[in-house]
């Protein structure tokens, strides 16, 4: 299917229509506040330079917006690549019969996908057709998705890639406070720990900006420990930094219980007055004595003792989890043993102390609250609850009864592709999931058995090219909108700029195909604003309520956190000061038991596999890989490995290496470094085609979560190429 995108010039930047716009930029879950100017300076083309100047758009941080204050990592500024690109999809394009894309008008591609849509769903029934979003939408694009589903295409399967990201911490979060915010408290709040357990993620890449946070509370004394496989950049500069086995974090954390109970940490009145659940939990945590937890994780009694002291009361303790141990088939499990171990040290709700876990996507936040995911409508409300279905019902104005019920996860959504009963057409908004999902061979077969696929993106990246029609969407500095950062502060994206004139919003493109699914009239809005309005409406109530909000509200501060259920009500910064989010206002302990991985190391395939990120690349890499400046410092995807476990088998830095595991097999170049265990390797999944890291991975499944178990899978080494080079740098 692969074919090469007619090229058309892009548009240069004529029409800037608001520079000096205060916005956020397009990545991650940190949000930082960004002000755009034209760089270099426009200026009348003259002699020499005739028409040799293309402005770019510059992107600076601004220094009022107080999450990032002025600071900004490498992804951040150079955003501005992407808007221009000469890759960028300007028209929409057709599959035609030769396999190649051919351009054609709005018209023509909205009214095949709603016929082949429409033919799928005569031959098949409704529900043969899914949808899957994103975290990277905002919020009204997020909401617009989910009552496009259940009203437009009346298909209980739509489901997103947050599935991927933030669903073992959300379910966990709810599980035990009742309530699913990544941090309760305002990311400042950071500073006041006196000591920080960052668990699984490694921000001083992923969210860069944090670093200003962390600086401030280690020059207030405050300490850092980080429980990584590998020595991050975050665990250089930790106090302590514990490299537990893949996949073992739910047996260190019981193992830290264990010794806070042993020592006498535990915080009883803590635990009586504000919990349920603890004698549970207690007698299972007697199982995990030092001797046993050293053995499952690695990592010394010594250290363990170090960590429950460090973190005990008196000092203000926080543990912050993240990816590395939460996209495991026990990510939700583990994250709630790191919930429990929180609440016996009685710090949670006090400021610069407790509980808290690291949102990914730019609005990974809002992109789970608003009704993309399969079990869930606005505000956080079930769609299995009566009462929550007639709530949502009567805001769109039509029949509790007519709204689906739940459907398929993410996994189990594609999984299902082209299968008896299962989607035969689909609808990808925002997502690359041939680079992002687990188990790739099995996806790409999936994919490709699929009777019809739509794909609305920027660019025509490994996804769309299994795809029948390429519908190219605004991006970020294009449109207006509202994103949730990881901290729950609703904030603004606004136009800077005007977008190519081939390109339409993904809202727009949904009102259009609502309109040919005889829904029209629940899709006709004047304005963005006009989405959030409703939504709001929809969110009334629920446990993410922004009934009290509005874009004047939230442009006055730096953002409204939600709940902020009424338009006098100052929003919520900070969550669990007083009460929890269960019914009788208290936190629930839950007990939890380390079990094996879906896959664990044996004779044949005898070495942990883990993945994650690069500071320089952005998730599928879609966007990151097109960016001449992050491309240029990171072309290529590194393998990294032990000296002991390189020097095993004749591995030197710059080698080439394949891995195989039981799915399929992945040539790296090696990177040579102590900076991981040496049992283990890891290799970022920012790269398709046969560079992609997912080509390995496994999707066992959480079994509440429905998480894949991205972080762990079992190879073996099995070819090594020689160095061509000298690959010096590579050696670190
Ligand atoms: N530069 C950059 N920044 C990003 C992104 C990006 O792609 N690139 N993506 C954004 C998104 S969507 C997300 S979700 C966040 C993710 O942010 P993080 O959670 O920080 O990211 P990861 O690199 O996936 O995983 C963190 C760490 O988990 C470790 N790990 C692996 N297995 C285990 C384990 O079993 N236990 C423990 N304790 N640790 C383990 C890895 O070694 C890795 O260092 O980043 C966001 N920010
Ligand atoms: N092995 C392994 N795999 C992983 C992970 C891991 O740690 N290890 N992490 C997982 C996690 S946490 C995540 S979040 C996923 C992310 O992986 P993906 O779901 O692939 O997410 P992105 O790469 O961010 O893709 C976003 C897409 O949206 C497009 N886009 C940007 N703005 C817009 C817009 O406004 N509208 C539309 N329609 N499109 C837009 C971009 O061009 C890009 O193609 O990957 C998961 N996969
Ligand atoms: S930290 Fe995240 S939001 Fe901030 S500039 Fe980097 S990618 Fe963008
Ligand atoms: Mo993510």
Not at 353 to 370: I, K, P, V, W
Request: glycine share 10%; hydrophobic share 40%.
């Amino acid at each position: 299917m692969r074919s090469a995108l007619p090229q058309i010039d892009p548009p240069t930047l004529p029409e800037l229509a608001n520079l000096g716009t205060r916005t956020h930029c397009p990545y991650c879950a940190f949000q930082c506040g960004t002000v755009l100017t034209l760089d270099p300076p426009a200026r009348p083309s003259s002699g020499e330079t005739d028409g040799t100047i293309t402005p770019t758009v510059r992107i600076q941080g601004d220094p009022d917006f107080p999450v990032n204050a002025g600071k900004l990592c490498i992804k951040g500024w150079t955003a501005g690549e992407l808007l221009r690109h000469p890759q960028r999809v300007l028209q929409p394009q057709i599959r035609g019969r030769d396999g190649r894309w051919q351009r054609a008008t709005w018209e023509a591609a909205l009214d095949l996908v709603a016929e082949r849509l429409q033919r799928i769903q005569q031959q098949h029934g409704t529900d043969a057709v899914g949808v899957f979003g994103s975290g990277v939408l905002t919020n009204e694009k997020a909401y617009l998705l989910g009552k496009f589903a259940r009203l437009a295409l009346n298909t209980p399967h739509i489901d997103y890639n947050g599935r991927y990201c933030m669903s073992s911490a959300a379910a966990a979060g709810n599980k035990a406070f009742g309530i699913d915010r990544g941090l309760p408290f305002p990311v400042g709040d950071l500073v006041l720990a006196e000591t920080l357990l960052i668990v699984g993620s490694n921000p001083l890449e992923t969210l860069p900006p944090m670093v200003q946070w962390l600086d401030q509370q280690q020059e207030l004394g405050g300490r850092l420990i980080v429980v990584d496989p590998r020595r991050t950049a975050t665990a250089q500069r930790a106090q302590l930094h514990l490299a537990v086995t893949p996949g073992a974090d739910l047996a260190l954390a019981n193992g830290l219980l264990y010794l806070a109970i042993e020592e006498n940490l535990v915080d009883r009145n803590f635990l009586t007055n504000r919990t349920t659940g603890w004698d549970a939990v207690r007698r299972t945590v007697l199982d995990y004595p030092p001797v046993q937890v050293e053995r499952l994780t690695g990592i010394s009694e010594s250290a363990m003792r170090q960590t429950v002291r460090w973190l005990a009361k008196p000092n203000r303790g926080l543990i912050l989890t993240g990816r590395g141990t939460e996209q495991h088939a026990k990510g939700v499990d583990s994250v709630l043993a790191w919930i429990n171990l929180a609440l016996a040290l009685g710090h949670v709700g006090e400021p610069g102390s407790g509980f808290g876990t690291l949102t990914g996507q730019g609005n990974g936040q809002g992109g789970r609250e608003h009704g993309q995911k399969a079990d869930q409508l606005p505000g956080y409300r079930l769609i299995e609850i009566d009462a929550h279905r007639e709530h949502v019902a009567r805001v769109w104005g039509v029949d509790p009864a007519s709204l689906p019920r739940k459907g398929r996860s993410a996994v189990e959504l594609l999984d299902s592709l082209g299968q008896p009963n299962g989607i035969h057409g689909l609808l990808v908004m925002g997502s690359n999931v041939a680079v992002a999902s687990p188990d790739l061979p099995r996806i790409h077969e999936r994919l490709r058995s699929l009777s019809f696929l739509a794909v609305c993106d920027l660019f025509d990246h490994e996804t769309a090219q299994f795809a029948d029609v390429l519908l190219p969407v605004t991006q970020w500095a294009e449109e207006d909108g509202t994103m949730t950062n990881f901290e729950g502060r609703v904030i603004r994206r606004r136009t800077a700029i005007a977008p190519p004139p081939g390109v339409r919003t993904d809202g727009w493109i949904l009102s259009e195909l609502a309109q040919r699914f005889g829904q029209g009239d629940r899709f006709r809005y004047d304005s963005t604003e006009a989405i959030f309005d409703e939504l709001c409406r929809a969110t009334a109530g629920g446990v993410a309520d922004y009934a009290g909000m509005s874009y004047a509200r939230i442009e006055q501060s730096a953002g409204l956190f939600w709940p902020c259920p009424h338009p006098a009500h100052p929003g919520t910064p900070r969550l669990f000061a007083d009460r929890f989010f269960h019914a009788d206002g208290k936190a629930k302990l839950h007990p939890v038991q380390h079990r094996p991985a879906g896959e664990e190391p044996d004779s044949d395939y005898p070495i942990y596999f883990t993945t994650g990120r690069d500071l320089e690349h952005y998730n599928s890499g879609t966007q990151t890989r097109r960016s001449p400046t992050l491309a240029g410092k990171k072309p290529m995807p590194r393998l990294q490995i032990h000296p002991d476990l390189a020097a095993e088998h004749g591995i030197v830095a710059g080698c080439r290496v394949t891995i195989a595991s039981r799915r399929s097999a992945v040539e790296f170049l090696a990177e040579i470094t102590r900076n991981i265990r040496p049992d283990t390797l890891f290799a970022p999944f920012h790269w398709g085609g046969r560079d992609a890291a997912n080509l390995l991975t496994q999707a066992t499944l959480d079994p509440t979560s429905r998480m894949p178990e991205f972080k762990l899978a079992a190879v073996r080494i099995v070819a090594v190429q020689p160095a061509i080079e000298s690959f010096q740098e590579l050696e670190s």
